[in-house]
């Protein structure tokens, strides 16, 4: 929009003088020169992104984060899996069921860092690990999928063999559960059930310390 005024003294003027070479004098001064003020509208959008980040409070990986990130580990191999069951989502669990293997043996190294002020020593954690057969299958287990091949005697006195892994509907009719047949000598394991083991064993020896 636009506005016509008188250059000398500022009175408006009307807005056709514009169009026209010859000008009537401004009634107010006499002059006859204009001034057009011209003015834009506009309008401007402004699109604002956030995020955010949230930074845990405890940032210790030591040995009460790693037990207890265990045993959700343990509640989530043991659920239902309510994907599709297929030959990938089968031998995705059964990575799942490696990794606690892994995870859980290795409880033993940061039970090791904070011996000393749990009272315990390097010797106890293993001794312990030994002596219970629950504890020796999950050393090989983790062992195995770890380096593919011992490299020393079995500690459960004999290597275990992952035989077939199968998904297998749930009794309840809700999704599917992994199955994993693990020959052990003359024995077939399920390995869900050597992951439970594992974890009652670690629970016993963690409670017989007085640790926990």
Wanted: with cysteine.
């Amino acid at each position: 929009m636009s506005d016509v005024v008188c250059s000398k003294c500022g009175a408006k003027r009307p807005s056709e003088l514009a169009a026209t070479s010859v000008r009537p004098p401004c009634p107010h001064c006499g002059g006859t020169a204009l001034t057009f003020n011209v003015s834009i509208e506009g309008s401007v959008s402004a699109t604002a992104h956030c995020s955010a980040e949230l930074v845990p409070g405890n940032q210790v990986r030591d040995w009460k984060q790693r037990w207890k990130v265990l045993q959700e580990d343990l509640q989530f191999i043991s659920s239902p899996r309510t994907e599709v069951m297929s030959g990938d989502s089968i031998h995705s669990s059964l990575q799942r069921l490696c990794s606690f293997f892994i995870h859980a043996y290795h409880l033993k190294n940061a039970l090791k860092d904070a011996a000393l002020g749990l009272g315990l020593t390097a010797s106890d954690i293993e001794t312990a690990i030994t002596r219970d057969p629950r504890l020796a299958l999950l050393a090989d287990l983790a062992n195995l999928d770890k380096h593919v091949n011992l490299t020393n005697p079995p500690r459960s006195g004999c290597v275990p063999v992952i035989q077939q892994i199968s998904g297998v509907d749930n009794s309840t009719g809700g999704g599917w559960n992994l199955s994993a047949k693990i020959e052990h000598g003359a024995t077939v394991l399920d390995g869900i059930a050597v992951a439970q083991n594992a974890a009652a064993a670690w629970r016993e020896k963690l409670s017989a310390w007085r640790i926990i």
